[in-house]
């Protein structure tokens, strides 16, 4: 037997990697009994993926996991549960066709600590005997958690689980963890939510690109956090920092090319407003759920606003399908190139298809026409060719390269980017951006989210932050340094702000 | 402003209403058809009556079968080519047999029906092909062994087993047929209902991804369903041995789609973890219904098919539109 007793849960050299995708090279963590321990990283870090290889969701590739001093290898959730690992995941593992004491049973949970849990969460008005589809997502969210917490575990992994909770809520969660602590349990805690993190947990392992950078003391430890999940890559990026050209004339010039006045979505984005001007490229930055693909569908017609409006050139849109906003001039370029793609058919297809999806009339497509039109985007964005016959086969970096080239093939006033550079090599990363830049310089406008907070710097003019469905900070890009978006992107400005009255 | 308070309302109407439709509907609409059958054909009698449950209680079967597949997020697209193998397999085995044996050859035939249902979910669990392509497979593959039991329409069964539910031993106004769907429909639905398998099929439906966080192995959730579904299979194949006297390796076809016709028409939603079993059985007795109606209206009874077509049409519309209205609030 070695020393370490103290230690519940030992994870060493996890790997994980989907398809061509590396999601995880190294992950180390260490999880003593009886600690809050916050799993820090940013977006794609691999945190979700060590959570579930943890859970038993996915197999490792590689590395192991010790818990309680033996090796274990858990092949579903229902595995991990029976050793003493539990955890509440983003969306709860709650099926909605049941009623609520079905689900308990159906993890073979006794209903009554799952009443005594919620009588702790201050939920216990909920009707067990509803429908678990009827019932909101928070409360939701907090049933997963009673349940969880009536499962008895050794090791509780939370992952956001404030994120849809009103505060008084998140107290009684922070109580309730609290407690679960003083028990000599521990738990594993993921937030974005620095405050929450600094006030809750007692040390923090931080995740960058697949490996753990680091562990710490959480207390007044925050900067150190959010530097060690940035990395060397500030020094990096300041070194290939680019010529930019100065934005076309500013507001007076009249109408922007888009206006979004107190736009909302649910709960997700909760009333925001920002301008694009012509010749523009702003960049959005985010954590992950913060509202930026609400933001975007919206936008992009995908899907309905709940309330506020967009307006393009001043006309206000309302979309009601992606046709009404392609039509007045807004194109979006998906996150998912899957959505934006015809996988099976050729470059020229794909390119096509923008101009011939309006049907526009019914005569024979006049195939030269579309040639020229078709080759002109692709020579403009040097796409490889080589495997023009079947979209799949081209690589992530040529297929993204297609879908804006479909859309300068078919003309618009505001491309709406969201996140193109992810998966995407670096050198065509640098051709997006002289892309993106050269479009602005021609008077088209760019709205650009992206997860790479270099690109900021790179490519936009100016950049928002939304935190909460909210824009929690608007700088130009010289301003935009990656420590502070990380910071308002983490809602620290506000947090600091709160803590100063 | 005001319309604030009608509102919730309102939705809390509509959401009673979708409920009640979607449990009771089928059975009221069936009632009502009965009623009105006996308006346009004022000597509807007790012999009608008996040749509706015949007519019904294979499909019944089917339709439970197909509901139970359904509602755990498959589809079965081999219930006619397993009723058809049963049929044949039973008409077969029990010509010369006596009353007895022949007891006992259901038995086997019924366990020969659960291991066909299985072949299905396992086949689906282990390849991963979805279950669309797996099921339409293995159909053509026990249409040809129906085939090969039993080459054309032949076979029979002993008297005293064909009457168990073709006879009258009660009243003339409850034919066997419509006990023997009832009991056998129960036998095979309320252990499941009752037990935890229930919970794993209407999880498993529902929604996979929170059922398997939950802990539900969802291929053995599958797998069960497809068992339970061969189970009733083969009873409807062996419904049909006792209600047309013979085997006939073709019979069993028409059942395939028209137990999906049944499943949606008695309220078991398509993509899964929602529906029971009276609304399918009910919807089984109005789908066999309606053909003879239009023999009493002389129309030609191969309207049936078009009205049938319709009312899949109307009853799926109507369901989008209970939740579309329920999502708007």
């Known amino acids: ?501 | 402003m005001s319309a604030a308070g009608a509102a919730p309302e309102r939705s809390r109407w509509l959401k009673s209403a979708g409920k009640q439709i979607r449990e009771f509907g089928m059975p009221l609409v069936f009632t009502a058809c009965i009623l009105a059958t006996a308006l346009i054909h004022p000597n509807f009698g007790s012999f009608d009556l008996q040749s509706l449950a015949l007519g019904a209680l294979p499909l019944a079967m089917a339709a439970a079968a197909q509901a139970i597949v359904v509602i755990s997020g498959g589809i079965d697209l081999s219930v006619g080519s397993m009723i058809a193998v049963s049929n044949v397999l039973s008409a077969r085995l029990m010509q010369h047999a006596s009353f007895e044996e022949s007891l006992g050859l259901a038995v086997l035939v019924l366990v020969i029906g659960a291991l066909l249902g299985a072949a299905n979910g396992i086949l689906t669990a282990i390849t991963r092909i979805p279950d669309v392509v797996v099921t339409l497979t293995t159909g053509f593959i026990w249409g040809g062994v129906a085939l090969l039991i039993l080459e054309r329409p032949g076979g029979g069964a002993p008297a005293e087993f064909l009457n168990i539910a073709a006879g009258i031993d009660f009243s003339e106004w409850l034919p066997n047929a419509f006990i023997v769907m009832v009991v056998v429909v129960a036998l095979i639905w309320i252990p499941i209902r009752c037990s935890r398998i229930g919970l794993l099929l209407y999880a498993a439906g529902s929604d996979p991804v929170a059922a398997f966080r939950s802990g539900v192995n969802i291929n053995v959730a599958r797998t069960l369903a497809y068992t339970f579904g061969g189970v009733a299979c083969a009873a409807g194949g062996i419904a049909l041995t006792m209600t047309t006297g013979i085997g006939a390796p073709l019979a069993g076809t028409y059942y395939t789609l028209s137990s999906v016709a049944a499943a949606v028409i008695g309220g078991v939603r398509l993509s899964g973890g929602h529906g029971g079993m009276v609304g399918p059985v009910a919807a089984a007795l109005l789908l066999t219904l309606i053909p003879m109606d239009l023999i009493f209206l002389n129309i030609d009874p191969n309207y049936g098919q078009v009205i049938q077509g319709t009312l899949i049409v109307l009853v799926v519309m109507f369901g989008g539109f209970i939740t579309l209205m329920q999502k708007r609030k």
């Open chain 1, 1 to 501: 037997m070695t020393t370490n007793e103290k230690l519940l849960l030992n994870i060493g050299g996890v790997a994980k990697r989907f398809g061509s995708v590396v999601a995880l090279r190294g992950a180390d963590l260490e999880v003593r009994a009886g600690e809050v321990h916050a799993l820090m990283g940013a977006n794609g870090a691999g945190k979700s993926t060590l959570v579930k290889i943890i859970t038993g969701v996915y197999p490792a590739d590689g590395g192991q996991i010790v818990l309680d001093g033996k090796p274990v290898v858990f092949r579903s959730p229902a595995e991990a549960r029976k050793a003493g690992i539990v955890s509440v995941y983003q969306d709860p593992a709650i099926v909605p066709d049941l009623t609520v004491a079905q689900n308990m049973r159906l993890a073979r949970v006794p209903i009554e600590a799952v009443r005594a849990s919620m009588k702790k969460l201050g939920i216990d008005n909920v009707d067990l005997s509803k429908r678990a589809g009827d019932i909101d997502f928070a409360i939701l969210r907090l049933i997963d958690l009673s349940r969880a917490i009536a499962s008895n575990p050794s090791i509780l992994m939370l992952d956001e689980i404030t994120a849809a909770l009103p505060a008084d809520l998140s107290d009684r969660v922070f109580a309730v963890i609290r407690e679960w602590r003083e028990s000599g349990r521990s738990v594993i805690f993921i937030s974005h939510r620095m405050a929450e993190v600094g006030a809750l947990c007692d040390r923090a392992t931080v995740l960058r690109d697949g490996v753990t950078v680091g562990v710490t003391q959480t207390k007044g430890a925050e900067a150190t956090i959010v530097n060690m999940m940035l990395g060397e890559e500030v020094a990096k990026a300041a070194a290939t920092h680019h010529e930019r050209q100065a934005p076309a004339a500013s507001g007076a010039s009249g109408d922007a090319a888009l206006e979004v006045r107190n736009l909302a979505c649910g709960h997700a984005l909760r009333g925001v407003s920002f301008r694009v001007e012509p010749g523009e490229v702003l960049g959005v930055v985010a954590l992950e759920g913060q509202g930026q693909e609400e933001l975007f569908d919206c936008v992009a017609g995908v899907r309905r606003a709940t309330g506020g409006e967009v307006l393009a050139r001043g006309k206000p849109l309302r979309a009601r399908h992606p046709a009404d906003a392609i039509q007045a001039g807004l194109v979006l370029v998906p996150a998912n190139r899957l959505q934006a793609l015809l996988q099976q058919r050729s470059i020229r297809e794909n390119v096509a298809l923008a101009t011939l999806g309006g049907m526009k009339g019914w005569l024979p497509i006049r195939m030269e026409e579309e040639r020229q039109r078709v080759d002109k985007a692709v020579r403009r964005l040097q796409i490889d060719t080589r495997a023009s016959a079947e979209l799949r086969r081209l690589s992530g970096g040529n297929q993204q390269k297609v879908v804006i080239a479909r859309w300068l093939a078919s003309g618009f006033r505001t491309l709406l980017c969201f996140d193109p550079t992810r998966g995407i090599d670096i050198g065509t990363k640098q051709q997006i951006y002289a892309l993106l830049r050269e479009i602005a310089g021609q008077g088209a406008s760019v709205l650009l989210f992206t997860s790479e907070l270099p690109e900021i710097r790179l490519a936009c003019d100016r950049a928002i932050v939304l935190f909460g469905g909210r824009i929690s900070a608007q700088m130009s890009a010289d301003e935009a340094d990656e420590a502070s978006l990380l910071h308002a992107a983490h809602g620290l400005d506000a947090a600091a702000r709160m803590e100063a009255h």
